[in-house]
């Protein structure tokens, strides 16, 4: 079997996905639902059937590309990633592991490889939390880690429904058949940019991934009094503001004082009410970002940010309320799968790195029901969720021809 990635025609179909976006180049913005993304997801299907995959969508939005194997009874092999991207994004994050992944069975089909186990493409829904506030969605449903149930009850900023979006999107069925069963894959491999600087750093080809680390994530409100700027006393005030500017760098302490580099905390919104420069904030909603490898050490930090809460809450005379949106367990990757990966980069001489992911992927939610495993090229400097992420076309052919030759193994 000699495999050949055409990694000139993998290049312009990225930068032809590119150009499908709400942002003006290099950013790419593609919000789930949207006209855009519904345009860039049909774009997906016809690519897959012009490489004759046989191709659904459940009702989530999940799309499935299978080749079908010589026993297609037997669990099939999966590889895949999302096309959804948040504001003013790069066109390299999940898009990689989409086409990377199709242009793998592209190569695996042009040599004449014959799978026993079915090999199927799947493209993520809604793997941003853009739209509805929680990230990975289409993942979530399909390992039965969120329930049907709860993702009805989902809203985005417009008041609108999971239902009423996916409806009006065209998607039929019920949210309860999306659920996959465990044996659906024999294993499942994603590529994926690292959107981090260690492989770039050492100049290492490759990088095979461990464990992926665990989020969660918090909606945090904040009341207090408003006022008119000049009118209110400083010693009489209780600044909404104030306590959540406190509060996030108490946020910020809880991480760095975890003993290890591997526990981040983001805050990455802040609205403010009434937003007005001559009024004092009464109200005031900050998101929690925070994520370990390591589940009791994440937990122990949350602890930490919920006694500050507390404390600036009696200091400042301020409620503070918070919401749990999600808190998920870390996943390590499945030792079989993390073979077929190394096998493949020994057999062409790639150097490869055994690392954590401490962003989380669809894969984290796979691995609740199949042998999963990532697979990451490196990425300039480390930028990702911004314009200028880029990863080089030799780097995207390489990880593509490694998941190939993994796919091969795994689908024996």
């Known amino acids: 079997m000699k495999l050949e990635i055409d990694q000139q025609r993998l290049n312009a179909e990225i930068e032809t996905l590119a150009a499908i976006s709400d942002a003006e180049p290099p950013a790419v913005t593609r919000i789930v639902f949207t006209p855009t993304d519904l345009k860039a997801r049909a774009w997906m299907i016809a690519r897959c059937e012009e490489a004759g995959l046989a191709v659904r969508q459940d009702a989530i939005g999940n799309i499935f590309a299978r080749w079908n194997g010589a026993d297609p009874a037997t669990p099939a092999v ?38 026993k186990n079915s090999i199927e493409l799947l493209v993520f829904a809604t793997e941003e939390p853009t739209r509805f506030g929680i990230g ?17 009850k989902l809203k985005d900023r417009d008041g609108e429904s999971v239902e009423e979006v996916r409806k009006k999107a065209g998607l039929n069925g019920t949210l309860q058949d999306v659920k996959l069963q465990k044996g659906y894959y024999k294993g499942f491999v994603e590529l994926h940019i690292e959107q981090g600087p260690l492989l770039e750093r050492g100049k290492i080809s490759l990088g095979i991934v461990k464990s992926i680390a665990a ?28 306590a959540a500017a406190e509060l996030i760098l108490a946020i910020e302490t809880a991480a760095r004082s975890s003993g290890a580099a591997d526990t981040v905390a983001t805050v990455g919104v802040c609205d403010v009410f009434p937003g007005a420069v001559n009024s004092i904030p009464s109200r005031v909603g900050i998101t929690l970002d925070i994520r370990d490898t390591d589940l009791g050490r994440r937990d122990a930090a949350m602890q930490k940010i919920e006694r500050a809460s507390r404390d600036i809450s009696a200091k400042r005379q301020v409620s503070i309320q918070s919401e749990l949106v999600n808190a998920d367990a870390p996943a390590d990757c499945a030792p079989e799968v993390r ?40 990425c300039r400097n480390g930028y990702s969720h911004r314009p200028d992420e880029y990863a080089a076309p030799e780097d995207i052919a390489r990880g593509a021809l490694v998941l190939a030759e993994a796919l091969a193994r795994l689908s024996g």
Do not use: W
């Not at 959804?84 to 793998?104: C, F, R, S, W």
């Not at 077929?340 to 150097?351: D, I, K, N, T, V």
């Open 339 to 378: 073979a077929a990966l190394a096998e493949s980069c020994r057999q062409h001489g790639f150097p490869f790195l055994e690392m954590v992911s401490r962003a989380y992927h669809d894969s984290l939610f796979i691995s609740r029901i199949a042998p999963t495993g990532m697979l990451f090229i490196p």
């Open 215 to 242: 989020p969660a994530s918090l909606r945090i409100s904040i009341e207090g009094a408003g006022g008119h700027a000049g009118g209110v006393l400083m010693l009489d005030r209780k600044d909404a503001l104030c």
């Open 136 to 152: 990975c969605l289409g993942s979530r449903l399909l390992s039965g880690t969120l329930s049907a149930d709860a993702a009805t």
């Open 78 to 115: 999966g590889t895949g990633s999302h096309i959804d991207a948040i504001p003013n994004a790069g066109k390299y994050d999940g898009v990689v592991g989409v086409l990377g992944g199709l242009e793998a069975i592209r190569a695996l089909r042009r040599s004449g490889f014959q799978p």
